[in-house]
């Protein structure tokens, strides 16, 4: 009995030996992707800001919404069909978010201000710890204070809600230089 409990340990002991090898080599062949999400806030889903998106996550595989093709109630609207949930899921299961505007009036577009105005209130503080929140912001002659108050508005967004703010593109240029932020 004694020869057969000893036995059945060793072979205990050999399977979890294995079974530990087996996925340590495993996570050390397998690079897990991260997950990037674009939310695009132009109309023109091909337009400048997807074009500016692109030349920051060249070489990277992501999933694009289009706010656009969203309803997003403004901020204290309680009307039937809105869509903010299927947006904030589809954040949470991201772990690096780029938002796109263009500039419309001097500031952020509309629909990605609505979509941030809605978090208030109802997205706790901190619910995005971990995930990285970069910006495309572009249009055809932004002003400095524009650009300042772009930043300014998506970095406080990004600190309130968790995110890691790694900062923000409005040329081609400045996208490739912003791409080094990507893990």
Same mark, same amino acid.
């Given at each position: ?73 403004? =901020? *204290?609207?309680?009307? /039937? &069909? ?6 904030? +899921? @589809? ?69 309130? =809600? *968790?995110?890691?703010? /790694? &900062? ?6 400045? +996208? @490739? ?7």
């Amino acid at each position: 009995m004694k020869k057969i409990l000893i036995l059945m340990l060793g072979i205990l002991t050999i399977i979890s030996c294995l079974a530990g090898t087996k996925k340590s080599d495993s996570n050390n062949n397998e690079v897990e992707m991260e997950k990037i999400l674009f939310i695009n806030g132009s109309p023109n889903r091909d337009g400048n800001t997807a074009a500016l998106a692109k030349v920051l996550l060249e070489g990277r595989k992501y999933e694009t919404i289009n706010l656009n093709d969203y309803r997003l109630n403004f =901020y *204290g609207q309680k009307l /039937e &069909g809105d869509q903010l949930d299927e947006v904030i +899921a @589809k954040m949470k299961e991201a772990d690096i978010v780029v938002m796109g505007s263009p500039v419309y009036w001097h500031n952020i577009c509309a629909s990605v201000r609505t979509l941030m105005e809605r978090f208030y209130g109802y997205v706790p503080d901190g619910e995005f710890k971990g995930k990285h929140l970069f910006f495309v912001y572009q249009g055809a002659a932004p002003t400095k204070m524009m650009i300042d108050d772009g930043e300014y508005s998506m970095s406080r967004f990004a600190g309130m =809600y *968790g995110f890691s703010y /790694e &900062g923000m593109a409005t040329c081609k240029s400045e +996208a @490739k230089t912003l791409k080094g932020k990507l893990k």
